[in-house]
């Protein structure tokens, strides 16, 4: 196609210019993708949409002719799209391009489509936006499955497919047959090759199964969205769209014992059901019951043991308050200075125990019903009769940014984790930040996503835990226990050889970049020296050739090289887009029994995963705000792109342990009252650690009492990893509704519960009073979000897909159910680009981003700041204690990388502490032991300053003879023996409510 040559373009550009169609001879090819400036203004197009921030949309003519003029409201992007590009090099390019075209032409997918999966997208600010098509298509295209081929004998062509890519059956027996097939068999008599029965459609493009669901709420008919106007006009926030369920016709039939009329049903008397065979016997009948069983349940902690220790918490309270007061009213006068520094260190630590132990006093434990989960959202219903699955988009989001401290083959298995989760496939995305931009990451994430291929179905079909393979193939014990399957230990066998050569190529891939460079650089100053000769240049003058570093198709990495260069650093290269994995199909692929595959995948779903390499634009002179800023790059990238309802956070070197792990963060979210929940944080596990946990890495009280306490009240802290938030909880949204609560007691009294839905947000509320609606957006929108609309976009479709479902008579803020199985957009390279923009590093110039929305800037400890953002404005997290540990992930294991991990938490915890995040400045609506417990977070790194002085006190007492009591009585003596002993029994009573061991 025209579209798909080498020399054909896209060129768009910022502001209201117009538009330059396909066809248009590319710029000369350049030794590397450097940027270029966008200053003139193209020629209109009238068959394409430009967004505000730079994306293209292709209007069919009848769209064109109906849309009229299309404006924009933001002016301030300036960049270049080139679809597809220019290859650096000829010879590979002319090969890329012709590859890319043998696959659309053979699989059936749009020429756009097969471009997206097989380029890499670089970019910038006031650059030029590149699609550069790589040699080969790293993972096979699904659509060349014999699956997709028409089932008719001896024909090998496509099947029928519509223009998203879903199946079309012409037959209800779900017939695979191509168009020129269907086409034979109409004429021959319109009778199915399949089921032998007459067709009941005679044109083969209407779907026939689009009424089985029902789809996502319609955009505006307006290119902006209008968030004001939609509060405005309903008096409700974005997140309350309110849908009510049906009425439940047969169960008030059943509960009033009414009737709709003559020859009605006969119901039950005197508490006897009366069934369909007219015999008694038997229950009533189960109406809504898979809706009203819970997805979760809090389980309380027995009253014998919670009783007896809130008791003692008080015991050793009142003691430490008579020990106190008995201090001040004994001093030793012939000491004071010494009795002095011992009163002000002692006070300090019956605080900090005081703030230390009042968040414990509620803890909670939580379960989970995950049948119900498939039950409820999984299986075929009334409003989803095909049985697709129902739940939300979920986005993965893995960090890295050294690869010399991070190994490469570490990251590679965590994705690796991933990929082959327990959750519906077409439903998961997974993006891998590389704040480096380190070719050595990119090419080991490529080896990760063709070794996929066959480790993601191995785990399916043999139902493998965990699923990364480093730890599944060290792992001790019998490998065949609850193993069903007669060939598991051959396909093991194979599994453990290419994971052996997969661990070679990756641990090979230094090496292999760096021959590569050199050979590449040596080739291209032999050629700079012979155009110099022939220019008339010395041959003795040396050349000035960039030490560059090379792709495999040789080509420059656009990213950091190996010798730094100017544009090619850390702190200065483009941002890069590479779709490893592309978008799978919303039907299951099933595999087959080829002798060419490694494993038999018969019956096995063989559909892998989204998988996207991302690295931020950097530049010298911008803030990029370290880990926070590349989350917040990959929110915006995720959300034009796949738009998941949920956010996975883990670190590069914390893998999935349990494939099931998302699963249960779903039972709290699409529970009821699971649309106030910010977050499930999941506690962190370790492996590699000494037995003895010389450094206290393993972090047992935090994570089993502290965190387990948090949760009895508004929720545990965010602690960085292993996390699943709402989407919209991160844009900086209030929850639908919120509890105001007043006094110091608030955590059981003095409560003022707020419907969000009944009232507008103050600062947007104050702005509408005064402005036009329309002005207002282009106000409001740029500054909260960026100039992006199509992430602007997105937000309404997040916090839909985000709702639990409203199957209940009476439930507010929820979905219908069916609303999600519609089939995932396709990308394009115009959705590619736009995500290019957004990972500029000019894009969150003057927006709130770091500020209000995403995570928080300003503090090395983000994740605590993060979390206390979301909880001060009234919204709820959970923690969830699987059976099997959810993540599982390294610690430092040296006492140098351990000391430096805890001082980056106190320097964290300091700057909380002294800034405007400071828990005594917070809001009503966090609960007061919450606020406790926050407060405690910044105050816990003083206390080093005062168990110093304390310990050199005996020192002192030796020299000067003196001592910090003047003389040790039987009261003294008592006291201490009372606060020690009630101290070492709220210890052992937390560890029977913990559930941990005496020795952990």
Known sequence: MASLSPASSLSTTGGRSSFRPLGIPSPSPSPSPRREKANTPSPA????????????????????????????????????????????????????????????????????????????????????????????????????????????????????????GNDLFPCDCAYRICRDCYVDAVDAGGICPGCKESYLIADPDMPVAEADHLPLPPPPAERRLSLLRSMKSSKRPLLMSNKMSEFDHARWLYETKGTYGYGNALWPKDGVYVGSGGVNGGGPPAFNERSRRPLSRKTKISASILSPYRLLAFVRLAALVLFLMWRIRHPNKEAMWLWGMSIVCEIWFAFSWILDQLPKLVPVNRTTDLKVLKERFEMPSLENPRGRSDLPGVDVFVSTADPEKEPPLVTANTIL?????????????????????????????????????????FCRKHNIEPRNPESYFQSKGDPTKNKVRADFVRDRRRMK????????????????????????????????????????????????????????????????????????????????????????????????????NMLDTSDIDIRLPMLVYVSREKRPGYDHNKKAGAMNALVRTSAIMSNGAFILNLDCDHYVYNSLAVREAMCFMMDRGGDRICYVQFPQRFEGIDPNDRYANHNTVFFDVNMRALDGIQGPMYVGTGCVFRRIALYGFDPPRATEHGGCCSCWGGKKKLDMGRKTKPDIEVISSTSDEEDLESQILPKRFGSSVTLVASIPIAEFSGRPLADVAGFRNGRPAGALTVPREPLDAATVAEAISVISCWYEDKTEWGQNVGWIYGSVTEDVVTGYRMHNRGWRSVYCVTKRDAFRGTAPINLTDRLHQVLRWATGSVEIFFSSNNAILATSRLKFLQRVAYLNVGIYPFTSIFLMVYCFLPALSLFTGQFIVRTLSVTFLVFLLTITVTLCMLAVLEIKWSGITLDE
């Open 497 to 596: 050889r290419d994971y052996d050569e997969f661990k070679v190529r990756i641990n090979g891939l230094p090496d292999s970049i760096r021959r590569r460079s050199e050979a590449y650089n040596a080739h291209e100053e032999i050629r700079a020296k012979r155009t110099e000769i022939e220019s008339g240049g010395k041959a003795n003058e040396p050349v000035n050739v960039p030490k560059a570093t090379w792709m495999t198709d040789a080509t420059h990495w656009p990213g950091t090289w190996t010798t730094l260069d100017t544009e090619h650093s850390r702190g200065d290269h483009a941002g890069i887009i590479q779709v490893m994995l592309s978008p799978p199909s919303s039907e299951p692929l099933l595999g087959n029994s080829d002798e060419d």
């Open 417 to 457: 984790s991933i990929l082959a989760v327990d959750y519906p496939v077409e439903k998961l995305a997974c993006y891998l930040s590389d704040d480096c931009g380190s070719l050595l990451t990119f090419e080991a994430l490529a080896e990760a996503a063709s070794f996929a291929r066959n480790w993601v179905p």
């Open 45 to 164: 197009s009238s068959n394409d949409r430009r967004t505000s921030s730079g994306r293209y949309v292709p209007l069919s003519r009848m769209e064109n002719e109906l849309a009229g003029e299309v404006s924009s409201e933001f002016t301030d992007v300036n960049y270049t799209v080139h679809i597809p590009p220019t290859p650096d090099y000829q010879r590979p390019k002319s090969a890329a391009a012709a590859g890319v075209a043998r696959n659309c032409k053979n699989s059936g997918l749009k020429p756009e489509q097969q471009f997206v999966s097989s380029a890499i997208f670089t970019g910038g600010f006031s650059s030029v936006t590149r699609g550069h098509v790589m040699d080969k298509i790293l993972v096979e295209s699904e659509s060349s499955h014999p699956q997709m081929d028409c089932s008719t004998e001896g024909c090998d062509r496509k099947a029928m497919r519509d223009e998203r």
